[in-house]
């Protein structure tokens, strides 16, 4: 079974800044891996998938990048929206694990 | 527009059943792939199961042999029958639709709590 691990568990940051969040796997999961965006009492959304590809209606100040065990999910520019908490998935191998989380705070 | 919308969430003892229901609309369940995704209170993501389009099924070890997950295709609605329910299944149960084996449309959710 993959285990994913998120780093930080906690980011303090302000609007304007730069934010980037790590999720590593405990073995290759290749580019099967994807991040989804989740706010206080609503379900989680889909922001990229296979590494680096936007889901529909994603802004562009999200990106996806790695492969194989080390992934980074950028924001380029923090806008108030974007503070919440965010998980990568893998589908490489079942079960599609998550990680546990990487809470976006404001600063 | 893509909607789907659980219910059939509660209150039940442990040792308990629950039907979880997912309505969709929008799309055709039969013909997609679709998950259950259950999230404990102040927890992450849990995959619970999945059925494929051809019908194959698929259970995280947690819940193997407790849960079954089916669909009606007259009604355009998933299922998920909760048997032997404990404690430690008390979570808010999403059903998404799956697109390139990502959940890419997800229900608002719905609150199963297990305690006597």
């Known amino acids: 079974e993959i285990v994913l691990t998120q780093s930080p568990a906690t980011l303090s940051l302000s609007p304007g800044e730069r934010a980037t969040l790590s999720c590593r796997a405990s073995?290759?999961?290749?580019?099967?891996l994807a991040w989804y965006q989740q706010k206080p009492g609503q379900a989680p959304r889909l922001l990229i998938y296979?590494?680096?590809n936007r889901a529909t209606g994603i802004p562009a100040r999200f990106s996806g990048s790695g492969s194989g065990t080390d992934f980074t999910l950028t924001i380029s520019s923090l806008e108030p929206e974007d503070f919440a908490v965010y998980y990568c998935?893998?589908?490489?191998?079942?079960?599609?694990?998550f990680g546990q989380g990487t809470r976006l705070e404001i600063k | 527009e893509v909607q789907l919308v659980e219910s059939g969430g509660g209150l039940v003892q442990p040792g308990g059943s629950l039907r979880l229901s997912c309505a969709a609309s929008?799309?055709?369940?039969?013909?997609?792939?679709m998950s259950w995704v259950r999230q404990a209170p102040g927890k992450g993501l849990e995959w619970v199961s999945v059925?494929?389009?051809?019908?194959?099924?698929y259970y995280a070890d947690s819940v193997k042999g407790r849960f079954t997950i089916s669909r009606d295709n007259s009604k355009n609605t998933l299922y998920l029958q909760m048997n032997s329910l404990r404690a430690e299944d008390t979570a808010v149960y999403y059903c998404?639709?799956?697109?390139?084996?990502?959940?890419?449309?997800w229900g608002q959710g719905t609150l199963v709590t297990v305690s006597s």
């Open positions: 929008g799309f055709t369940v039969s013909s997609n792939y």
């Open positions: 998404a639709s799956i697109k390139d084996g990502y959940n890419y449309d």
């Open positions: 998935q893998q589908r490489s191998n079942w079960p599609p694990a």
């Open positions: 073995q290759s999961v290749s580019s099967y």
């Open positions: 059925i494929y389009s051809g019908g194959s099924t």
């Open positions: 296979d590494a680096s």
